[in-house]
């Protein structure tokens, strides 16, 4: 489908609070259009400055009409919290488009630089956002997470230049055909949509095959790169990309390093939450692939070696798909942390599996040699971790893509 949007002058996003699809609204209204929306509950992070912008938000409680809109945007997983909204909009005989297929549209107008990849999208993308915007090249930027530098997942740049987020999932970067991809690394994930690891390989040979310019292998820039404010050879290996980027675009080296000197990191990655009166440093990251979750307690433990702090990990299993398929990777992942406690399963756009759950995963991270313990609840999570008088010597960390996070808003009164 191609748009004309010009057209376009309203445009409802169904899942309007999600880390991705808020970008896209942003980015509508920037080109000056009507925008509504909605969802499932009250997410601040996303939806106040959505509101600021002139944006129209209600809830999936509220009865309401369906918007009249020129364009209809929905997010993946309202196909399972709100499949009637989406097919209410389809009756209307309007296009209706998922968020990637909708970005894909927006993104013809532009020099797209996509940013591709199992692990380490956000922070590369991010990275290179900043070292366009500091060489005065004013990109657009559209990122799965909150930049430090931007306050936000969306900037409106005013050249021809969009560096985006690509997501493999269910092929979604397909919709776009990039000026320059970057592939950062390619690993087993998303088994509910792929058949195997060679299926997903394909998937990114297809996106190269739509590609101008590509970069693939950026180990030759990885001595390049600066002393970096945020922590672990995964980063590191982000900051090679960006520097690879940076090097294609005729940037200059040192202006490159030192934007990435001066990166701060962005929101959910790694990111240090404060520390509580008693002297517990919290954290909060957002891996939830088995790699990551190794990336991360090796990155802790570069700040924090063991034997000086224990590192207590609240952790969410993101999908019931990802979980089973990953099992015994998950259970061998947590070598690092000292304590391992399993919120339920955060299972977003997929039916529960009864076959999968946190309590088996804890088991088998017990067998594994570790310490874990499940929890059926948020709330007995939080009161069993009030309790554990955590003080100078522990290190915090919610872990997960799901509501982990809310754990230490609640114990910690972080909100």
Known sequence: MDLDLSKIEKVFFIGIGGIGISALAKMAISCGMEVSGINDDESPKTLDSLREAGATIFFQNESRELPEADLYVYSDAWLYRGPEIIENAKKTGKPVLSYFEALGQFAKEYKVIAVAGTHGKTTTTAMIAEILTDAGLDPTVIVG???KKFDSNFRKGNSEYLVVEADEYNRHFLNFHPFLTVVTNIEADHLDCYKDLADIQNAFDKLLSQSENKITDYTKYLEKVPKLSIPGEHNRMNAAAALAVADFL???E?????SLAQ???????LEKRGKTKDGTIIYDDYAHHPTEIKASLEALRELYPAGEK???IVFQPHLYSRTKALFNDFAKAFKRADNIFLL????????KD????SEKLASAICLAGDKAKAFSNLESAENFVKDLNLGENDIFVTMGAGEAYKVADKVFNLT
């Open 145 to 147: 997470s909150f930049v």
């Open 250 to 252: 005729k940037i200059k």
């Open 254 to 258: 040192e202006d490159a390093q030192k």
């Open 263 to 269: 990166f701060s990191g962005t929101w959910r990655r």
């Open 310 to 312: 224990k590192i207590t």
């Open 344 to 351: 339920p399963i955060f299972f977003a756009r997929e039916e």
């Open 354 to 357: 009864e076959s999968i759950s």
